[in-house]
T-cell receptor, first 112, second 115 residues
């Protein structure tokens, strides 16, 4: 089983609609969580960190469910520019601070 | 401008010919890391460095070497490249501190083909 798993998609979303997807992680001791965005084989860029209480940044909402070991990302009022691959990133447990585990990504395609 | 710079951006080489991909950051970050990205597998960590002269293996270190002699530079060395090292490579850097703020800044990537 992969340490971080994501539905590869694609999620085809009409412009203006809402889309949500999850990422599951296997290490219950994982410390911190992030969503990165990657456009067409360009470099990943941080979208948002995911906090225990859930957090929102404009149209984007991230949630963490430690009991079920998943994080989620919800995009409201989707824009064409939201089309990208969204990478789930988990900072592993206390044994090694530097090791980040990336999911393979969820592709979102926003259509006019 | 704060950035992570990788060179070259594209490289085609032949099996066994040693190569180095350079990575430099101007943000005074302690942490630097190399990843490779392959279709369906996501980014996999090759090596990382917590500071000068401190390096550690990631998930896929075989066939790679790194060095961290200066804080700003973290070159990736392939002593004897093989076709299975054909991939898209990313260098990243970040500050060290609160785990929740471990924001990584990535270079633009190096697309390597080993024939």
């Amino acid at each position: 089983r992969k340490e971080v798993e994501q539905d590869p998609g694609p999620f085809n979303v009409p412009e203006g609609a809402t889309v949500a997807f999850n990422c599951t992680y296997s290490n219950s001791a994982s410390q911190s969580f992030f969503w990165y965005r990657q456009d067409c084989r360009k470099e990943p860029k941080l979208l948002m960190s995911v906090y225990s209480s859930g957090n929102e940044d404009g149209r984007f909402t991230a949630q963490l469910n430690r009991a079920s070991q998943y994080i989620s990302l919800l995009i409201r009022d989707s824009k064409l520019s939201d089309s990208a691959t969204y990478l789930c990133v988990v900072n592993r447990a206390t044994d090694s601070w530097g090791k980040l585990q990336f999911g393979a990504g969820t592709q979102v395609v926003v259509t006019p | 401008e704060a950035q992570v710079t990788q060179n070259p951006r594209y490289l085609i080489t032949v099996t066994g010919k040693k190569l180095t991909v350079t990575c430099s950051q101007n943000m005074n970050h302690e942490y630097m890391s190399w990843y490779r990205q392959d279709p369906g597998l996501g980014l996999r960590q090759i090596y990382y460095s917590m500071n000068v002269e401190v390096t550690d293996k990631g998930d896929v270190p075989e066939g790679y070497k790194v060095s961290r002699k200066e804080k700003r530079n973290f070159p990736l060395i392939l002593e004897s490249p093989s076709p299975n090292q054909t991939s898209l490579y990313f260098c990243a850097s970040s500050l060290i501190g609160d785990r929740a703020k471990n924001i990584q800044y990535f270079g633009a990537g190096t697309r390597l083909s080993v024939l």
